[in-house]
């Protein structure tokens, strides 16, 4: 009996599944958007009951439905126009329903996403989008640091290179992919500098720390920059022309995924914009890279990447002529220089790095990366400058107002140089991570060999009114009745140098972030260690790092973030050369103790949603190695004397102060000083206990001496306020119409004289400020249909831009030109930035 009751079952059982499927029908189809493109992920359900299907990647679906029964199929899909299909079908029919969405105009309410692990982090996320649409005479993703990173500053709008509270160039990580990049070596004016390393085109995430950064992070003071390029999962292309050279890529996957790839391609000639600089002459920079990333889904647990760069920048100058004016309203001078000779440089690189990433469980990832880095750098000149100074008449009232009207000194200078740097960097590293519970571990190792080949050969020769200085009193021209009182003729800043280094460096670190959420509150702490040693110097560091956040449970979605820890710099081959060119070996690595105290609120204003950061820093700086700078050249003492501070306080403000599209305002203030061991001078005193020699060091110390210590001075990047503004409109009745301002100031920052003791660099250059605009026509867009036999059916988007530079002509200093007339007397003639300049550039995207 039990089995003929089990048989009756599966019986009815079977008879009513087959009924079932008598009552079904199927719907199928395509669905694309206006061009015809299919869309993935679109949803497809039946109103009032559960279920449903979705596209795959060619926009295809399929979905059992009802039959004997009128239903409502809805076709729904963010960003698109609902669409409705009422049908009625009999049992087991098919029926095939194709839709192409519109975009939807609908205005929803505000949303903000926020990256919650990025949030709990002092990383902030920057949208690279944006970095197309910033005026900005070099372009790129380091642009949209000045406005959108805290604590950033720039004083030079022709190189890429920044400043981060109280830093300099060098201190700052750069990585594409979780591969470390480097900058060239010999570059000394933005000028000369060409491309970075940072494609835009290619990049899809950018996060940015300006201090108390994870220990995953590598042994830098002052921040980090974190670059992931794109992953395609469809074909894709761009390309830009503009006055200042033009840039094109293509990106696409096969149909499986397997295999994805990026290309891109740039080149850049700022010839138009130095034409405008205050030297004259014949400038023809050139500056190419190609770069290609290449990734292959080897299986499900094993993915292989390929990144490469190739970039081979060339700068060269015939200098003619230059007049500049500089002074007060009171004293007025003028300097005009005509030239002979001319400078070529040349900057090659190749980069190439190999990654493979194998999951063998879904928490646990193992990351093997191969990495090398080559540069050959050339730097010739032999260019000769002879200079007239004069006094220009200051009386409005003058007939010779503006002229000069007295000759304070005639010379002539002779600059050469020829200097060739070959370096390589290779990398073997580790990185892993696994997730356990509410731990997330991140550990890595690596190896570093350097090789280094450097010869320099550098050497200045000023002769004013017809001798060599330095010359003797009363002994003015060549007609010298007594040849042992002649002048020697002596070079000025002589380089010589020709060494070759090779070394080791060995690194790792481990670090977890623990999370906890409880009654709408939540907790996150990081702390990781890492540990540096390199064979050149035999030092060890070790340098622990923190970071906690907590979100309370209030109204306001507000979040707070303590991070300390110690940033530990050791010197690469630029801090290891002093300024005379000499090497010293027994340099030993920069320390920075990094406190940094922050909140990010996120608020709703206008009906429109807003971020607020602060940040509040202190950063305690130990074996320091004091340098100057000069344009984008920094000079070491190559010497761990000294130590300081900085400390400061960054904001931003950040969102929709136009409804529908995004901007940003920021504001530090900040302080850095040093102190330098042994850096005394002595003030004599005659017998009256007048003042006769201020300001000298002598071996030999008088009775009639005072020694003075001058104690903190402010560092080279000391500059006390920076603001930053980057504002989009557009037009409320036609939003293809938009603007684009980028407004900046900074303070001003401190230099000296040169050949002159460090205490003395407390002038200061006038302040940075500038303006760019920008006006931009959407020519193509979303909206915009064409029919399947129209070739500009293929364009997502073509633009058209409008780009003024310096729109209020100021003139900024980014050095000082030091002259010298026949009393040995200097003058500090400002080297000036561009001047006001226009740019036309066409985007399109494919």
């Known amino acids: ?150 604590g950033v500053s720039s004083s030079n709008e022709l190189t890429s290179q920044y400043t981060v509270r109280g830093g300099n160039y060098d201190e700052n990580l750069v990585y594409v992919n979780g591969i470390e990049v480097y900058r060239p070596f010999l570059i000394r004016s933005g000028q000369q500098e060409g491309l970075s390393f940072l494609n835009p085109d290619l990049v899809s995430s950018v996060l940015f720390s300006s201090g108390g950064f994870d220990a995953k992070y590598g042994d830098k003071m002052s921040s980090v920059l974190d670059i992931q390029y794109k992953k395609p999962v469809e074909f894709g292309a761009s390309f830009a022309i503009s006055l200042l050279g033009g840039s094109a890529h293509i990106e696409g996957a096969t149909d499986d995924l397997r295999l994805s790839y990026l290309l891109g391609v740039r080149h850049k000639s700022n010839q138009y914009i130095l034409k405008g600089l205050e030297t004259k002459g014949e400038y023809k920079p050139s500056f190419n890279d190609v770069q290609a990333v290449l990734m292959y889904q080897l299986s499900e647990k094993v993915e292989l990447s390929v990144l490469g760069n190739y970039a081979r920048n060339s700068y060269k100058l015939k200098p003619e002529n230059r007049e500049t004016d500089f002074g007060t309203i009171q004293d007025a001078h003028r300097l005009k220089i005509y030239f002979d000779g001319q400078e070529l440089d040349r900057f090659e690189t190749l980069f190439g790095a190999f990654s493979t990433t194998f999951k063998p469980k879904k928490n646990l990832q193992l990351k093997f990366i191969c990495s090398a880095f080559q540069t050959y750098e050339t730097e010739t000149f032999d260019i000769q400058g002879q200079y007239w100074i004069g ?64 010869k320099l050969n550098e050497w200045e020769m000023i002769d004013s009114a017809g001798y060599s200085i330095p010359h003797i009193p009363g002994n003015i021209g060549t007609g010298y009745s007594n040849p042992s009182n002649q002048p020697n003729l002596e070079l000025h800043d002589i380089y010589k140098l020709d060494t070759a280094i090779s070394s080791n460096r060995y690194s790792g670190f481990i670090q977890n972030t623990w999370k906890k959420e409880h009654n709408n509150r939540s907790f996150a702490l990081n702390t990781g260690v890492r540990v540096n040693y390199w064979d050149f110097n035999g030092q060890l560091l070790i340098s622990p790092r923190a970071t906690f956040s907590y979100k309370p449970d209030w109204k306001k979605d507000i979040l707070f973030r303590f991070s300390t820890g110690v940033y530990s710099q050791p010197p690469f081959y630029r801090e290891l ?13 920069q320390t920075s103790i990094h406190f940094v105290l922050g909140s990010d609120w996120n608020f709703i204003a206008w009906s429109r949603p807003f971020k607020f950061v602060t940040e509040i820093y202190y ?21 761990n004397n000294a130590h300081g501070y900085a400390t400061g306080i960054d904001m931003k403000v950040n969102g929709e102060f136009v409804r529908g599209i995004e901007s940003w305002v920021s504001l530090s203030i900040m302080k850095t000083e040093e102190d330098i061991e042994d850096d005394f001078y002595y003030d004599y005193y005659n017998s009256d206990g007048e003042l006769i020699i201020p300001g000298y060091t002598f071996n030999n110390v008088a009775v009639d001496s005072v020694r003075f210590e001058p104690g903190y001075i402010p560092r080279p990047t000391d500059q006390r306020v920076n603001f930053c503004l980057y504002f989009q409109d557009y037009l409320p009745r036609n939003p293809s119409y938009k603007m684009h301002l980028n407004l900046v100031f900074g303070s001003s920052l401190p230099f000296g004289p040169p050949d002159s003791e460090k205490f003395k660099h407390t002038l200061r250059m006038p302040p940075y400020r500038r303006v760019d605009i920008g006006f931009s026509k959407e020519i193509i867009g979303e909206n915009t249909i ?31 030109l030091w002259v010298t007339d026949v009393t040995n007397r200097k003058y500090a003639v400002p080297n000036y930035l561009t001047p006001r300049q226009l740019n036309i550039k066409l985007i399109a995207n494919f």
Do not use: C
């Open 577 to 589: 050369r002093d300024i005379e060119g000499n090497i010293n070996p027994d340099v030993k690595a």
């Open 786 to 816: 064409f029919s399947h036999k129209n070739p500009l059916k293929y364009f997502k988007s073509l633009w058209i831009t409008l780009e003024v530079f310096n729109l209020l002509q100021v003139n900024n200093t980014i050095s000082y």
């Open 391 to 454: 006094t220009l008449e200051t009386d409005f009232g003058d007939d010779n107002f503006g002229d000069v009207i007295e000759a304070q000194g005639v010379g002539t200078y002779l600059n050469h140089a020829r200097n060739i740097l070959d370096a390589t960097v290779f990398n073997i590293e580790h990185k892993g991570s696994q997730i356990k519970l509410n731990n997330f571990i991140q550990w890595g190792v690596k190896y570093q060999r350097e090789i280094i080949n450097d």
């Open 619 to 639: 950063k305690y700086l130990d074996n320091l190695i004091p340098y100057e700078v000069d344009n984008v050249r920094i000079k070491y003492y190559a010497n």
């Open 1 to 150: 009996m039990s089995l003929l009751k089990n048989i009756i079952f599966i019986v009815f059982f079977l008879q009513g599944v087959m009924s079932f499927g008598q009552e079904n029908a199927v719907i199928f189809g395509k669905i694309t958007d206006a061009k015809n493109k299919p869309l993935e992920l679109v949803n497809v359900s039946i109103s009032g009951l559960p279920g449903g299907s979705i596209t795959d990647k060619k926009g295809k679906y399929e979905l059992k439905v009802p039959a004997n029964k009128q239903i409502l199929i809805i076709i729904s899909f963010v960003g698109y126009q609902r669409e409705v299909e009422e049908i009625f079908l009999a049992p087991g029919e098919k029926k095939e329903i194709n839709k192409s969405l519109k975009v939807s105009t609908t205005v929803l309410p505000d949303v903000v996403i926020e990256d919650k692990d990025i949030r709990n982090t002092n990383l902030t996320r920057i949208d690279p989008i944006s970095s197309v649409n910033i005026p900005t005479v070099t372009g790129g993703i380091e642009q949209l640091l000045h406005s959108q990173a805290l």
